[in-house]
């Protein structure tokens, strides 16, 4: 993991400064070159150096150290992306004998207007919750019976994702009427300290749903103290599940424990020991064991942990990495029966808050009868 830890930040490292290098030598005099570069770097640097000191910091200023070095690393992903397109383009008019891109002043000032209104873009998309919604058949159920099934994951709850954040989030989630409400992990970004000090997750209580909620735990929140943030949340009223299932409504509900634990030495159970003849709506944070729902027959799998990417260009690998990373899939299984799998985008974001290319949503799932 060291290894891993230290050729990411070199590569991030030649990316922050080449876009820095190309703006420096052309708006920046001599005499502000220093100043513009240390600016650079300390920006570039400061995310990692907020996580490093975080334990002797108060909390807002975590909380500013936090928003600034998330966003410049979007920022620099930007400035990277539309830099390279600028030198392409002066390189192609070059080979056509055409000097239609200066690099000057002027040029990066329309660069920046840019990067500008991309950044707005995708904070208006980090701050606005859409509700999606899926109809699922159920053939065990009596036709014209429904159960609404309000479905959340990547909370984030954390230097970003606030209090207010949750109480919007449940208001949403109340108005939709939901018989049960599930949860698919990522409560926490990493840091419990934070939430648990603050009680950030204290709307939550408020949730109004029938049948309750339920919730499984994701790879953040093994970040965390997972036992605490099990306690935490189960204070919340939310029953979490790890490899552990709830008969509720006229399902079973499993909740499968994150993937994260293979690499504490642990297995997770095996899914089929946890099923029963009711039809079983499995919540796994990662979609990466859609089969094994699959294989036993369950009515849905659901998911998130992908945020769909949540900013363009990442989608691209979170679809290369899993068979469905958004969306609705419906797989058949060995029994005859379909599953139906859901992955959502989640509704907070892990360090930024920007999405570019995904939205924050919550999913309304309707479950309806098709038996005679």
Request: proline share 2%; with cysteine.
């Amino acid at each position: 993991m060291a290894i891993i830890f230290f050729v990411v930040v070199a590569i991030y490292s030649i990316l922050a400064f080449f876009t820095a290098i190309h703006i420096g030598k052309t708006i920046a005099k001599t005499r502000n070159k220093v100043v513009f570069y240390v600016a650079w770097g300390l920006l570039s640097y400061l995310f990692f150096i907020g996580r490093a000191v975080s334990s002797f910091l108060p909390d807002i200023v975590n909380r500013v150290i936090y928003v600034v070095g998330c966003t410049w690393l979007v920022i620099i992903l930007y400035a990277d992306i539309l830099m390279a397109l600028l030198l392409l383009a002066r390189y192609i008019a070059k080979k056509c004998d055409r000097n239609l891109v200066p690099l000057n002043r002027a040029t990066f000032v329309g660069l920046g207007a840019a990067l500008v209104l991309i950044m707005c873009v995708g904070t208006y998309n980090a701050f606005t919750t859409h509700v999606t919604r899926y109809t699922v058949q159920n053939s065990q159920m009596q036709r014209g019976d429904t159960i609404r099934v309000a479905f959340i994951s990547d909370l984030h709850l954390g230097f970003a994702i606030r209090r207010d954040d949750m109480t919007r989030l449940v208001d949403m989630i109340n108005a939709e009427n939901a018989d049960i409400c599930l949860i698919g992990g990522d409560f926490f970004d990493g840091d419990t300290r934070t939430v648990v000090d603050n009680d950030l997750a204290e709307p939550m209580c408020h949730i109004n749903c029938k049948y309750g909620t339920y919730g499984v735990v994701g790879n953040h929140d093994y970040m965390a103290e997972n036992e605490e943030v099990v306690a935490y949340l189960q204070r919340k009223g939310i029953v979490v599940l790890k490899d552990s299932a709830a008969d509720v409504a006229g399902f079973r509900v499993i909740g499968r424990d994150d993937l994260s634990v293979n690499r504490r030495g642990l297995q997770r159970a095996q899914l089929a020991a946890l099923t029963d003849s009711l039809p079983t709506i499995v919540i796994d944070h990662q979609p990466g064991a859609i089969d094994e729902s699959t294989n036993v027959g369950a009515l849905l799998h659901l998911s998130g942990h992908t945020h769909a990417g949540q900013v363009f260009p990442f989608n691209f690998a979170t679809s290369a990495i899993y068979d469905i990373d958004y969306g609705k899939k419906v797989y058949q299984a060995p029994n005859g029966n379909q599953t139906t799998a859901i992955v959502t985008s989640g509704f907070g974001t892990w360090g930024p808050r920007v999405r570019i290319g995904t939205i924050s949503e919550i999913v309304i799932i309707d479950v309806v009868g098709s038996k005679f």
